[in-house]
């Protein structure tokens, strides 16, 4: 079965940091690309940043550029969001997302909340 579990939301204040968590399982974690999506109330899921399967490149959102860092454990089948300096605008469900030849898991995401 395959399985996305995302940790590490919460609520901060603004300018400070959390990291969440998705703990991959049920599929060959080194064939997918891993990414991270969030969605605030009343707005579309977006893209916030993603690494490669292969090489490890890194995508971000020009709103998170410099601000938040995604990388992948493979050992531990995990990857991350570090999130920094962050913006009451930053509020949202933060979804962890693996793709790969046209398949697509979900997690059932993670909320991070930040007060101004």
């Known amino acids: 079965e395959v399985q996305l579990v995302e940790s590490g939301g919460g609520l901060v204040q603004a300018g400070g940091s959390l990291r969440v968590s998705c703990a991959a399982s049920?599929?060959?974690?080194?064939?997918?690309?891993m990414g991270w999506f969030r969605q605030a109330p009343g707005k579309e899921r977006e893209g916030v940043s993603c690494i490669s399967s292969i090489g490890g490149n890194t995508y971000y959102t020009n709103s998170v550029k410099g601000r938040f860092t995604i990388s992948s454990d493979k050992a531990k089948n995990t990857v991350y969001l570090q999130m920094n300096s962050l913006k009451p605008e930053d509020t949202a469900v933060y979804y962890c997302?693996?793709?790969?030849?046209?398949?697509?898991?979900w997690g059932q995401g993670t909320q991070v909340t930040v007060s101004s």
């Open positions: 049920g599929f060959s974690f080194d064939e997918y690309a």
């Open positions: 997302n693996a793709a790969h030849l046209g398949r697509d898991y």
